[in-house]
């Protein structure tokens, strides 16, 4: 059996993890999929006090009070920094990381740092008070009604900070494994460029940025390969 952490992306929830999660524990596996502070139903707890260090202590938090041990950490976008950070700082605990259509950096670097010009231009342009207010679900892939109309339901608003605040690293994460999947290999940003940069198995699944909502049955496909016999 193995135990994978589900790790959403920003604007998102632990919730849009749900089908894939499913499909995991079917296979007979242990799934965590926790909300990230001031996201998702942790709303209520949103400050532009919230950083990434904010969201790795929440991951740190998880593995150490659910002793987790052998995990398959899954980052997806903005969570990719997450995954990597809290894989750092406990080595000991992370088997395999995987990366979905995820941003990943160097030491001292923030997402602001990796993102595209015009990414960074609407992120200023769209920031009130702190908090990024979340974009239409096509900008994620997402166009089927039913599926948009769930997925806009429950974005909320991203603090700025998480953006911003520069990712710190020993280079202890470089030792796991990691594969990535790239799920908008011909999208703006550089996912596949940071993949191919880090050396990283990639594995393509073509269906859009969120293939958690999109695509729930080929993404734990994939994350399958990676498990233990149940």
């Not at 790790?7 to 995991?24: E, F």
């Not at 160097?106 to 974009?135: H, S, Y």
């Not at 020993?170 to 191919?196: H, N, Q």
């Amino acid at each position: 059996m193995t135990a994978y952490v589900l790790v959403h992306g920003a604007w998102h929830g632990g919730w849009c993890w749900r089908r894939t999660a499913n499909l995991l524990r079917r296979a007979g596996h242990e799934v965590y999929a926790p909300t990230l502070t001031g996201l998702g139903e942790r709303a209520h707890l949103v400050g532009q006090e919230i950083g990434l260090r904010t969201h790795v202590d929440d991951l740190l938090g998880l593995l150490r009070y659910e002793d987790l041990r052998d995990v398959v950490l899954v980052g997806h976008s903005y969570a990719g920094l997450v995954v990597r950070e809290a894989a750092d700082r406990m080595p000991e605990r992370v088997s395999r990381i995987t990366m979905v259509d995820a941003w990943a950096g160097r030491d001292g670097q923030a997402l602001e740092d990796l993102a595209p010009r015009f990414f960074r231009a609407w992120i200023e342009g769209a920031t009130v008070d702190g908090l990024i207010p979340p974009a239409p679900a096509g900008t994620v892939g997402v166009t089927e009604p039913e599926q948009v109309a769930w997925l806009e339901a429950r974005l909320t608003p991203q603090p700025r900070r998480t953006f911003s605040e520069p990712t710190r690293l020993t280079g202890a994460v470089e030792d796991i494994a990691c594969r990535a999947v790239l799920c908008s290999p011909d999208g703006p940003m550089p996912f596949a460029d940071l993949a191919a940069r880090n050396g990283w198995e990639s594995t393509a699944l073509p269906v859009g940025h969120d293939a958690m909502v999109i695509a729930p049955h080929a993404l734990a496909d994939i994350l399958l390969r990676d498990a233990r016999p149940a």
